[in-house]
């Protein structure tokens, strides 16, 4: 049984939550825990599997140390390809990655743990300063992915179409992080139905970080 390293509230940890249900691929979950201790993350045996000290990581079957929940679902993906989470044209690929990853490599790392932690400790800003940042690029972020979908986004029930993928894959944990920081998201019809798409899958619901062994008020 493979490994999954990660955190409840992790947005990362969920999109792997997510992408794994999905494939109906079992994990047995390692819960490491971003506060305790000053953060288990930072750990020596945990930085031994993954020296970025960031959740998630995956140990596979097969030996491997996977890293980055991008690579981990593209790598699901691959070794598992049913269902696809790519549509089968190049361009199409193309758009779904583009806006998958104005969420993983643009907004979510202005909300990570660590950044938050810079502007607490060494900038010395205070919560409330640091949830404003937070509503901000989550906000301005999320705005993009809407004017996105307008564009390039496939008629259906989710992002891309009529079945969940990549993209909706990387929506749904940003936006339950939207709605915890306070972002308005009013104006952002197209998102907020492709969630209420999504939030009648199991896959997704069983994957939100209120349903895990780890959760915490």
């Known amino acids: 049984m493979m490994l999954f390293h990660g955190y409840f509230r992790s947005s990362a940890a969920y999109r792997c939550r997510i992408a794994f249900n999905l494939k109906g691929v079992s994990t047995d979950f390692v819960s490491v825990h971003l506060w305790r201790g000053g953060g288990e993350q930072k750990s020596e045996a945990y930085q031994a599997l993954n020296p970025q000290a960031l959740v998630p990581a995956l140990e596979t079957d097969d030996g491997l140390v996977l890293t980055q929940s991008m690579a981990i679902i593209e790598w699901l993906d691959e070794t598992h390809p049913e269902p696809a989470f790519l549509p089968e044209q190049a361009g199409e690929r193309a758009l779904v990655r583009g806006f998958a990853q104005a969420i993983a490599c643009d907004i979510h790392p202005l909300q990570n743990l660590r950044v938050l932690d810079y502007l607490k400790g060494e900038l010395g800003h205070d919560q409330a300063a640091a949830d404003a940042w937070c509503r901000r690029w989550i906000g301005d972020g999320l705005a993009a992915c809407e004017r996105l979908l307008e564009r390039g986004g496939a008629n259906g029930r ?12 990387c929506l749904i944990p940003q936006m339950f992080s939207a709605d915890r920081f306070g972002v308005d998201l009013a104006a952002m ?8 798409a999504c939030k009648a899958l199991p896959a997704f619901a069983d994957a939100h970080p209120a349903r895990q062994p780890d959760s915490e008020a």
Do not use: N, S, Y
């Open 158 to 169: 989710f992002a891309f179409g009529d079945t969940p993928g990549l993209a909706d894959i």
């Open 189 to 196: 019809p197209r998102l907020r139905a492709v969630r209420e």
